[in-house]
Structure formats: structure tokens, C-alpha cells
């Protein structure tokens, strides 16, 4: 069974940045998709970006410029890279693999 586990959440102020991980348990990480979600409160969770098994990308407009998801295959493990963070990206934001298994979130607070 797959699991996930994110990590580099936290409290930053407009304009900064931050890095999230989500590591992956087991062997087929490689072959599958990965995606990075967001949910504001009252909202609906959406796509933030995406990456193909084989690397191709692709964002929200909202995002575009400014976030870069990346992945280890190494490692197991998915990056985003989120630059010039404005308060609209606050939220608790979701590592996913292959469109059907979810990990814990971890929040990201843009605020002054």
C-alpha cells in the first residue's frame, strides 16, 4: 500500500518562499503521476501542479511562474517549489499519487 507523507509547511509573509516534500512509500513511485493540491478554507481542494511519470509538467494559472513541481525518483519523493507566496496561497496543501491516494496535508500561511 502506498503511503504519503508531507513536510515544509508553516507560516511565511507575502513574498517569500517555501518548499514542500512529500515522500513516498514503496517501489512504484517512478512509474505513476504525482500531483499537489490546495484547499482554502470553505473552498473546494484544487490542482496546484502536476508531474507526469516522465516529467512533464503543468500548473494552475494561478500559480504559473511562481510554483515548480519536481520530482526524486531516488528518493521517492516530490517537490514544490513555491517563490513570491502571496496570501491567496494560504491553505493546506495535499500530496497526491496517481489521482487516488491522498497524504496528510500540511498548511501554508501567507500572512503579514
Known amino acids: 500500500q502506498v503511503h504519503l507523507v508531507e513536510s515544509g509547511g508553516g507560516l511565511v509573509q507575502p513574498g517569500e518562499s517555501l518548499r514542500l516534500s512529500c515522500a513516498v512509500s514503496?517501489?512504484?513511485?517512478?512509474?505513476?503521476?504525482m500531483g499537489w493540491y490546495r484547499q482554502a478554507p470553505g473552498e473546494q481542494r484544487e490542482l496546484v501542479a502536476r508531474i507526469s511519470n516522465a516529467g512533464r509538467t503543468n500548473y494552475s494559472d494561478s500559480v504559473k511562474g511562481r510554483f515548480t513541481i519536481s520530482r526524486d525518483n531516488a528518493k521517492n519523493t516530490v517537490y514544490l517549489q513555491m517563490n513570491n507566496l502571496k496570501p491567496e496561497d494560504t491553505g493546506v496543501y495535499y500530496c497526491n499519487f496517481n489521482g487516488n491516494v491522498w497524504g496528510q496535508g500540511t498548511q501554508v500561511t501567507v500572512s503579514s
Open positions: 514503496g517501489p512504484i513511485f517512478r512509474f505513476y503521476a
